[in-house]
């Protein structure tokens, strides 16, 4: 139906840097609004950034100022630039997005997950 696929996860040293992507595909009619999450171990889900479809975003405290969040329409693609990376940011991300199916309905839709971990 709709999918999501991350890519771009890995092994990085602290203070490194990551690009994240999530393309969306499959049978939709509109993706609004796209955004990251992550899951370290031993806690809870937690929202990493949001972008609406206009480009309006939102971050968590713990990466604001070092992590971006975009988006290419397009594409059906949201991105997360990871800067500045600390050992705490090791997590599994995963990508959200809510699409506009058919029988006029929104859906929400989560991937896969990609690992990142960050070594100190």
Do not use: H
């Not at 993706?31 to 809870?44: H, L």
């Not at 479809?53 to 290419?72: E, L, Q």
């Amino acid at each position: 139906q709709v999918q999501l696929v991350e890519s771009g996860g890995g092994l990085v040293q602290a203070g490194g840097s990551l690009r994240l992507s999530c393309p969306a595909s499959g049978s939709f009619f509109q993706i609004n609004a796209m955004g990251w999450y992550r899951q370290a171990p031993g806690k809870q889900r937690e929202l990493v950034a949001g972008i609406s479809k206009s480009g309006s975003t939102n971050y968590a405290d713990s990466v604001k100022g070092r992590f971006t969040i975009s988006r290419d329409n397009v594409k059906n693609t949201v991105y997360l630039q990871m800067n500045s990376l600390k050992p705490e940011d090791t997590a599994v991300y995963y990508c959200n997005a809510e699409a506009f199916v058919f029988g006029s309905r929104w859906i929400e839709v989560w991937g896969q997950g990609t690992l990142v971990t960050v070594s100190s």
